[in-house]
């Protein structure tokens, strides 16, 4: 990872030794501006993408397939079930179809719950069938690692990892509860207890972010009186409980620091709302109308949030801009597919989960954004005056880490300059 040098001195026209004219610069931004107004007074609240669906599904009779984790190639994770026959860790690509991952002699049930952009994939694997004694495990390429657990542990679950290979979780003791629910980071080889750095007796961490900043839930149970938190090298932020609420469990994070996830608004009986944390605020987003619970289980470095309403029944949603919308709304409704669930999505804007098809087989579902491109920075699939503002707001270096953290940066060079600008003017669409 590395961040060219830059000259601040002239932060519009000087970029990597080639200058532009800040005169014709701003006369061409004036030009965009002027040109969009109208789009500006219309407002946004049709700018949403549609979908094509690709359904993921084991060639077996009744399967039920769950895609759990996403990576930007469009590789999908997760765990499929045949009729009678108990779960199993998938991976699926255009080019491969489903694949069944090979788990260690004896494995009775399997997930595979992330996949990062090289391939490496994480989850857990089940040797008794009851799940108390399952352990986390990592698949380097055709390395299959068992990442064990921590003494005085009898199971560990691996949920999320990082492209920097960074993998988190929860490692403890089922039978005894001593050690409860404990945080573990594995990183080259090691696993590190950071339960003694979060509010005892449990902690759970569902997610990483490139730049290392974990994400969970801290507290003595899970949804009842949970705070959400943010690990980040060794410091921990509390993030509190859902305003209004008693609750709050992250479950997933980007690498902008936003955190997703969901928090008791209600007691007997327990409603959950989907919150977005940002910028040292915590949201409540709702639910789609007509639904009493949400959940937000991810979000992108463009903020683009999808997860699952329910009661009743479950619907799939993507939250932007302020709006939750029902996937369902936004795919081809000829299809017969009911998106219940969104569990992944990539800054592409693919997203991952799973539907039912004419009320009876469960897939796995990949959608992809129709007529998307890079200079499409906030998602919509349409390139415009939002994105031109939002480009204009990033001018200059990305911030450290670069790559990841710099969306606004089209070309890839950690600088959002005048080659940015040019080709968000040539994939100008709205």
Not at 205 to 224: E, F, K, L, Y
Request: proline share 5%; aromatic share 8%; with cysteine.
């Amino acid at each position: 990872m590395f961040r060219r040098s830059f000259d601040s001195g002239d932060p519009i026209g000087h970029l990597g030794g080639i200058l532009a004219p800040p005169r014709l610069f701003f006369r061409i931004a004036l030009v965009v501006a002027l040109a969009c107004i109208v789009g500006i007074a219309a407002g946004r609240a049709d700018a949403q993408c549609r979908y094509d669906v690709t359904m993921i599904q084991q060639d077996c009779a009744v399967a039920t397939t769950i895609g759990l984790g996403l990576n930007e190639l469009g590789h999908v994770v997760g765990h499929f079930a045949c009729l009678g026959q108990d779960e199993q860790a998938f991976l699926w690509t255009p080019e491969s179809g489903v694949i069944t991952l090979a788990m260690p002699p004896g494995t009775i049930r399997s997930r595979a719950l992330a996949i990062a952009d090289d391939g490496k994939i994480v989850g857990w694997f089940d040797l008794s069938g009851d799940g108390l004694d399952s352990l986390g495990f990592l698949i380097d390429g055709e390395e299959f690692i068992n990442l064990g657990t921590l003494p005085g542990g009898n199971f560990s679950e691996a949920l999320a990892i990082s492209n920097a290979g960074q993998v988190v979780g929860v490692w403890g003791d089922f039978v005894t509860g001593d050690p409860g629910l404990q945080v573990f980071l594995w990183e080259h080889g090691v696993m590190t207890d950071l339960g003694p750095a979060l509010t005892p007796p449990n902690n759970v961490a569902n997610g990483i972010s490139d730049v290392g900043r974990i994400v969970g839930w801290m507290g003595t149970v899970p949804h009842i009186d949970s705070h959400a938190f943010i690990w980040d090298d060794g410091e921990v932020l509390d993030l509190g409980v859902i305003p209004g609420g008693m609750s709050a469990d992250a479950l997933g994070t980007n690498n902008r620091g936003e955190v997703v996830g969901r928090g008791a608004v209600q007691e007997f009986p327990l409603v959950f709302h989907a919150f977005v944390w940002s910028g040292g605020e915590m949201l409540d987003i709702g639910t789609l109308v007509g639904f009493q619970e949400s959940t937000a289980l991810a979000i992108n470095d463009r903020s683009i949030v999808v997860g699952g309403s329910e009661d009743p029944g479950l619907r799939a949603f993507i939250w932007q801009d302020g709006v939750m919308t029902d996937l369902n709304e936004l795919i081809d409704p000829d299809l017969n597919l009911d998106v219940k669930v969104a569990r992944a999505v990539s800054n592409s804007g693919q997203i991952a989960g799973h539907a039912q098809v004419q009320g009876v087989d469960v897939v796995a579902v990949l959608l992809t954004p129709i007529g998307s491109s890079p200079a499409d920075l906030d998602g919509d699939c349409r390139v415009g005056i939002v994105d031109f503002l939002a480009l204009l707001a990033s001018w200059g270096p990305c911030p450290d880490p670069c790559p990841p953290t710099c969306v606004a940066d089209i070309d890839g060079d950690c600088i959002v300059g005048i080659l940015d600008f040019l080709t968000l003017l040539m994939n100008w669409t709205a």
